[in-house]
């Protein structure tokens, strides 16, 4: 079984399509030299710290992560966004304006 330790100098990753449900913790730490990662249109309902601090979270429009600079992450079509942008226009429809 290949590790993660040895895809250290993977530079783009394309996983779109795939079915992933879970980003193994330690996966953004240990692929160092990314630039591109691809994973939309799969079934991520959450990320591992390590990723989130790596990248951030993903626009809830886009899909794109854009903490790290020198890395372009793409996970639109996701449930995990699908419940983001519910989040949002739910607390847009409760919000009470008093002007």
């Not at 330790?5 to 193994?24: A, D, F, M, R």
């Not at 240990?30 to 079934?43: E, R």
């Not at 959450?46 to 794109?64: N, W």
């Amino acid at each position: 079984s290949l590790s993660m330790v040895e895809c250290s100098s993977l530079q783009t990753i394309y996983l779109n399509t795939n079915k992933i449900s879970e980003i193994p913790d330690g996966f953004a730490n240990k692929l160092s030299n990314l630039i591109v990662l691809n994973i939309s249109s799969n079934d991520i309902k959450d990320l591992p710290y390590d990723f989130t601090e790596r990248f951030g979270f993903p626009d809830k429009e886009s899909g794109e992560c854009s903490k790290d600079k020198s890395c372009t992450v793409r996970m639109d079509q996701n449930p995990m966004l699908e419940e983001m942008r519910n989040s949002a226009e739910s607390e847009a429809e409760n919000k009470i304006d008093f002007c």
